[in-house]
Protein backbone atom coordinates (compact mmCIF):
# COMPACT_ATOMS: atom_id res chain seq x y z
CA UNK A 1 0.00 0.00 0.00
CA UNK A 2 1.60 3.15 -1.29
CA UNK A 3 1.46 6.80 0.87
CA UNK A 4 -1.61 7.95 -1.63
CA UNK A 5 -3.64 5.07 -0.64
CA UNK A 6 -2.89 5.32 3.16
CA UNK A 7 -3.80 8.93 2.92
CA UNK A 8 -6.96 8.66 1.37
CA UNK A 9 -8.14 5.65 3.33
CA UNK A 10 -6.99 7.69 6.83
CA UNK A 11 -9.45 10.77 4.96
CA UNK A 12 -12.30 8.38 4.32
CA UNK A 13 -11.87 6.94 8.20
CA UNK A 14 -11.51 9.94 9.62
CA UNK A 15 -14.51 11.59 11.78
CA UNK A 16 -14.56 14.97 12.22
CA UNK A 17 -14.83 15.65 16.43
CA UNK A 18 -17.78 18.24 16.56
CA UNK A 19 -18.14 17.06 20.20
CA UNK A 20 -16.92 20.44 21.76
CA UNK A 21 -19.31 22.56 19.93
CA UNK A 22 -22.09 19.95 20.60
CA UNK A 23 -21.43 20.52 24.71
CA UNK A 24 -21.00 24.38 24.25
CA UNK A 25 -24.61 24.61 22.28
CA UNK A 26 -26.09 22.21 24.79
CA UNK A 27 -25.09 24.54 27.77
CA UNK A 28 -26.09 27.43 26.01
CA UNK A 29 -29.29 25.67 25.67
CA UNK A 30 -29.81 24.49 28.88
CA UNK A 31 -27.78 27.59 30.80
CA UNK A 32 -30.54 28.81 32.93
CA UNK A 33 -31.14 25.39 34.65
CA UNK A 34 -27.44 24.52 34.55
CA UNK A 35 -26.83 27.98 36.52
CA UNK A 36 -29.21 27.05 39.20
CA UNK A 37 -28.29 23.23 39.49
CA UNK A 38 -24.13 24.94 40.00
CA UNK A 39 -25.42 27.18 42.97
CA UNK A 40 -27.17 23.68 44.16
CA UNK A 41 -24.04 22.03 44.34
CA UNK A 42 -21.68 24.77 45.76
CA UNK A 43 -24.25 24.80 48.85
CA UNK A 44 -24.14 21.14 49.19
CA UNK A 45 -20.29 20.99 48.69
CA UNK A 46 -20.29 24.08 51.47
CA UNK A 47 -22.19 22.05 53.53
CA UNK A 48 -19.87 18.64 53.29
CA UNK A 49 -17.06 20.30 53.99
CA UNK A 50 -18.13 22.40 57.05
CA UNK A 51 -19.42 18.67 58.89
CA UNK A 52 -16.47 16.77 56.90
CA UNK A 53 -18.54 14.75 55.29
CA UNK A 54 -17.47 12.47 51.82
CA UNK A 55 -19.69 12.37 49.09
CA UNK A 56 -19.69 8.25 50.12
CA UNK A 57 -21.59 10.28 53.27
CA UNK A 58 -24.04 12.20 51.14
CA UNK A 59 -24.78 9.40 48.92
CA UNK A 60 -25.61 6.69 52.31
CA UNK A 61 -27.60 9.29 53.95
CA UNK A 62 -29.70 10.43 50.23
CA UNK A 63 -29.87 6.50 49.40
CA UNK A 64 -28.36 7.09 46.31
CA UNK A 65 -25.29 5.69 44.25
CA UNK A 66 -21.85 7.44 44.10
CA UNK A 67 -22.57 8.10 40.26
CA UNK A 68 -25.35 9.83 40.51
CA UNK A 69 -24.22 11.57 43.97
CA UNK A 70 -20.81 12.88 41.69
CA UNK A 71 -22.87 14.27 39.04
CA UNK A 72 -25.55 16.43 41.45
CA UNK A 73 -21.93 17.90 42.81
CA UNK A 74 -20.90 18.37 39.46
CA UNK A 75 -23.84 21.27 39.07
CA UNK A 76 -24.52 18.45 35.78
CA UNK A 77 -27.87 17.26 37.32
CA UNK A 78 -31.14 18.32 36.24
CA UNK A 79 -32.82 18.31 39.65
CA UNK A 80 -36.85 17.75 40.20
CA UNK A 81 -38.53 19.82 43.28
CA UNK A 82 -38.85 16.83 44.64
CA UNK A 83 -35.01 15.77 44.91
CA UNK A 84 -34.27 19.24 45.65
CA UNK A 85 -37.03 18.93 48.85
CA UNK A 86 -35.43 15.65 49.75
CA UNK A 87 -31.65 17.20 49.85
CA UNK A 88 -33.11 19.87 51.76
CA UNK A 89 -34.65 17.81 54.27
CA UNK A 90 -31.75 15.54 54.85
CA UNK A 91 -29.68 17.88 55.02
CA UNK A 92 -31.44 20.57 56.90
CA UNK A 93 -30.53 23.18 54.52
CA UNK A 94 -31.70 25.60 52.42
CA UNK A 95 -30.78 25.26 48.77
CA UNK A 96 -33.53 27.46 46.77
CA UNK A 97 -34.41 30.52 48.55
CA UNK A 98 -37.73 31.28 47.12
CA UNK A 99 -38.26 34.81 49.51
CA UNK A 100 -35.43 36.73 47.99
CA UNK A 101 -37.02 39.80 47.24
CA UNK A 102 -38.47 39.48 50.63
CA UNK A 103 -36.63 39.06 53.75
CA UNK A 104 -38.22 38.79 57.47
CA UNK A 105 -34.56 38.84 59.42
CA UNK A 106 -34.67 40.09 62.65
CA UNK A 107 -31.73 41.44 64.00
CA UNK A 108 -30.49 44.87 66.71
CA UNK A 109 -29.27 47.66 64.71
CA UNK A 110 -25.66 48.13 66.05
CA UNK A 111 -25.58 52.03 66.47
CA UNK A 112 -28.50 53.98 66.83
CA UNK A 113 -29.25 57.17 64.01
CA UNK A 114 -28.68 57.51 60.65
CA UNK A 115 -24.72 58.57 59.94
CA UNK A 116 -25.00 58.69 55.72
CA UNK A 117 -27.00 60.64 53.79
CA UNK A 118 -27.42 60.48 50.16
CA UNK A 119 -28.77 63.04 48.01
CA UNK A 120 -30.26 63.43 44.83
CA UNK A 121 -32.38 65.72 42.51
CA UNK A 122 -36.12 64.76 41.58
CA UNK A 123 -37.16 66.24 38.16
CA UNK A 124 -40.36 67.62 37.83
CA UNK A 125 -42.90 65.07 35.79
CA UNK A 126 -46.25 64.80 35.37
CA UNK A 127 -45.99 61.20 35.93
CA UNK A 128 -46.23 59.86 39.44
CA UNK A 129 -42.96 58.01 39.26
CA UNK A 130 -39.88 60.66 39.04
CA UNK A 131 -36.91 60.94 36.81
CA UNK A 132 -33.91 61.35 38.23
CA UNK A 133 -31.55 64.26 36.78
CA UNK A 134 -28.04 62.89 36.30
CA UNK A 135 -24.62 64.65 37.53
CA UNK A 136 -23.18 64.80 34.19
CA UNK A 137 -26.23 66.96 32.74
CA UNK A 138 -24.41 70.02 33.15
CA UNK A 139 -26.59 73.40 31.59
CA UNK A 140 -26.65 76.95 33.03
CA UNK A 141 -29.54 77.97 35.10
CA UNK A 142 -31.12 81.23 36.53
CA UNK A 143 -31.32 81.93 40.03
CA UNK A 144 -34.82 80.69 39.70
CA UNK A 145 -33.82 77.46 37.95
CA UNK A 146 -31.36 77.04 41.02
CA UNK A 147 -34.40 77.60 43.77
CA UNK A 148 -36.81 74.95 41.76
CA UNK A 149 -33.62 72.38 42.30
CA UNK A 150 -33.03 73.26 45.94
CA UNK A 151 -37.06 72.92 46.58
CA UNK A 152 -36.71 69.48 44.66
CA UNK A 153 -33.51 68.26 46.14
CA UNK A 154 -33.96 64.95 48.30
CA UNK A 155 -32.16 63.41 51.12
CA UNK A 156 -32.49 59.82 51.85
CA UNK A 157 -30.96 59.30 55.36
CA UNK A 158 -29.58 55.61 55.70
CA UNK A 159 -26.99 53.42 57.56
CA UNK A 160 -24.83 50.17 57.04
CA UNK A 161 -26.32 47.53 60.31
CA UNK A 162 -24.96 44.47 58.88
CA UNK A 163 -22.87 42.57 56.73
CA UNK A 164 -23.06 39.14 56.19
CA UNK A 165 -21.05 36.47 54.40
CA UNK A 166 -23.72 34.66 51.99
CA UNK A 167 -21.52 32.47 49.97
CA UNK A 168 -18.11 31.64 49.46
CA UNK A 169 -17.02 28.19 47.59
CA UNK A 170 -13.44 27.41 45.40
CA UNK A 171 -13.81 24.59 42.99
CA UNK A 172 -10.34 23.62 42.49
CA UNK A 173 -11.07 20.78 39.94
CA UNK A 174 -13.53 23.11 37.64
CA UNK A 175 -10.13 25.24 37.44
CA UNK A 176 -7.66 24.85 34.21
CA UNK A 177 -4.86 27.07 34.40
CA UNK A 178 -4.37 28.94 30.57
CA UNK A 179 -8.37 28.90 29.85
CA UNK A 180 -10.30 32.23 29.41
CA UNK A 181 -12.30 33.55 33.07
CA UNK A 182 -15.11 35.24 32.75
CA UNK A 183 -16.81 37.27 35.82
CA UNK A 184 -20.38 37.06 36.17
CA UNK A 185 -21.75 39.54 38.21
CA UNK A 186 -25.77 39.85 39.64
CA UNK A 187 -27.40 42.07 42.32
CA UNK A 188 -29.88 40.86 43.89
CA UNK A 189 -32.54 43.64 45.97
CA UNK A 190 -34.73 42.39 49.36
CA UNK A 191 -36.76 44.61 51.83
CA UNK A 192 -37.64 44.37 55.31
CA UNK A 193 -41.06 46.27 56.09
CA UNK A 194 -40.86 46.31 59.80
CA UNK A 195 -37.09 47.13 60.84
CA UNK A 196 -37.57 49.21 57.19
CA UNK A 197 -34.36 48.18 56.03
CA UNK A 198 -33.09 47.26 52.19
CA UNK A 199 -30.95 44.60 51.54
CA UNK A 200 -28.67 44.18 48.44
CA UNK A 201 -26.71 40.80 47.77
CA UNK A 202 -23.51 41.06 45.72
CA UNK A 203 -22.97 37.33 43.66
CA UNK A 204 -19.80 36.81 41.82
CA UNK A 205 -19.08 34.22 39.91
CA UNK A 206 -15.39 33.18 38.13
CA UNK A 207 -16.26 30.54 35.38
CA UNK A 208 -14.52 28.52 33.10
CA UNK A 209 -16.68 27.24 30.18
CA UNK A 210 -19.74 28.09 31.88
CA UNK A 211 -18.35 26.25 35.04
CA UNK A 212 -17.79 28.55 38.17
CA UNK A 213 -14.34 27.94 39.83
CA UNK A 214 -15.05 30.54 42.74
CA UNK A 215 -18.19 32.00 43.89
CA UNK A 216 -18.47 34.67 47.17
CA UNK A 217 -21.87 36.60 48.04
CA UNK A 218 -22.10 39.50 50.32
CA UNK A 219 -24.97 41.16 51.57
CA UNK A 220 -25.40 44.80 53.48
CA UNK A 221 -28.50 45.02 55.29
CA UNK A 222 -29.58 48.92 54.98
CA UNK A 223 -31.79 50.83 57.23
CA UNK A 224 -33.79 53.89 56.07
CA UNK A 225 -35.10 56.74 58.13
CA UNK A 226 -38.79 56.67 58.02
CA UNK A 227 -39.70 59.74 55.74
CA UNK A 228 -37.41 58.37 52.61
CA UNK A 229 -38.87 55.00 53.15
CA UNK A 230 -42.54 56.30 52.80
CA UNK A 231 -41.72 58.38 50.09
CA UNK A 232 -40.55 55.71 47.92
CA UNK A 233 -43.61 53.01 49.15
CA UNK A 234 -46.05 52.36 46.21
CA UNK A 235 -49.33 51.31 49.01
CA UNK A 236 -51.31 50.98 45.79
CA UNK A 237 -49.03 48.21 44.07
CA UNK A 238 -47.42 47.46 47.69
CA UNK A 239 -43.84 47.56 46.64
CA UNK A 240 -40.81 49.88 46.67
CA UNK A 241 -39.65 51.87 43.88
CA UNK A 242 -35.51 52.80 44.63
CA UNK A 243 -34.16 55.46 42.87
CA UNK A 244 -31.07 54.05 40.44
CA UNK A 245 -28.84 56.27 41.69
CA UNK A 246 -29.40 55.47 45.51
CA UNK A 247 -29.04 51.78 44.93
CA UNK A 248 -26.05 52.65 43.01
CA UNK A 249 -24.55 54.12 45.77
CA UNK A 250 -25.08 50.92 48.25
CA UNK A 251 -24.30 48.46 45.51
CA UNK A 252 -20.42 50.58 45.62
CA UNK A 253 -20.54 49.97 49.83
CA UNK A 254 -21.67 46.11 49.27
CA UNK A 255 -19.00 45.27 46.28
CA UNK A 256 -16.79 46.94 47.78
CA UNK A 257 -17.10 44.96 50.84
CA UNK A 258 -17.56 41.76 49.28
CA UNK A 259 -14.13 42.42 47.43
CA UNK A 260 -12.61 42.26 50.78
CA UNK A 261 -14.46 39.15 51.66
CA UNK A 262 -12.93 37.44 48.64
CA UNK A 263 -9.49 38.84 49.58
CA UNK A 264 -9.35 37.59 53.16
CA UNK A 265 -10.98 34.00 51.79
CA UNK A 266 -8.15 33.78 49.61
CA UNK A 267 -5.48 34.95 51.00
CA UNK A 268 -1.90 33.01 51.28
CA UNK A 269 -3.58 30.87 48.26
CA UNK A 270 -2.83 30.56 44.50
CA UNK A 271 -6.46 31.94 43.95
CA UNK A 272 -5.43 34.93 45.57
CA UNK A 273 -4.52 36.49 42.56
CA UNK A 274 -8.09 36.78 41.66
CA UNK A 275 -9.90 40.04 42.45
CA UNK A 276 -13.04 41.69 41.85
CA UNK A 277 -12.30 44.60 38.92
CA UNK A 278 -13.52 47.93 39.55
CA UNK A 279 -17.43 47.61 38.23
CA UNK A 280 -19.40 50.44 36.63
CA UNK A 281 -23.19 49.64 38.96
CA UNK A 282 -24.40 52.12 36.49
CA UNK A 283 -24.12 49.42 33.83
CA UNK A 284 -25.86 46.63 36.10
CA UNK A 285 -28.45 48.95 37.79
CA UNK A 286 -29.91 50.81 34.53
CA UNK A 287 -33.38 52.38 36.10
CA UNK A 288 -35.18 51.91 39.28
CA UNK A 289 -35.26 49.37 41.64
CA UNK A 290 -38.55 47.66 42.11
CA UNK A 291 -38.74 45.27 45.16
CA UNK A 292 -42.15 43.71 45.41
CA UNK A 293 -43.75 43.61 49.13
CA UNK A 294 -46.24 40.82 48.36
Known amino acids: MDINEISNRLIRESKKDDSWLKAAEWRQKNDYWLRISQDIAIKILGYLRSKNMSQKDLANLLEL ?136 HANFRLEQEGKPFMVVEAAGHFSIEEKAWTDFYNEEANNLILPQGFMCHLAVHVIGTTRGILHAKTENTPFNRFFLPTINVSETIKEDVVIDLN
Do not use: W
Open 65 to 200: SPQHVSKILKGSENLTIESICRIEKALQIKLIDTSVFQSTTQYIPSQPGFVSVYSYRKAESVQQKASYVGESEVEYVTSKKIHSLMENTINVAFALRRITTEQFAIIEDAFTEGKDINLTTQLKFGANTEQKFIVL
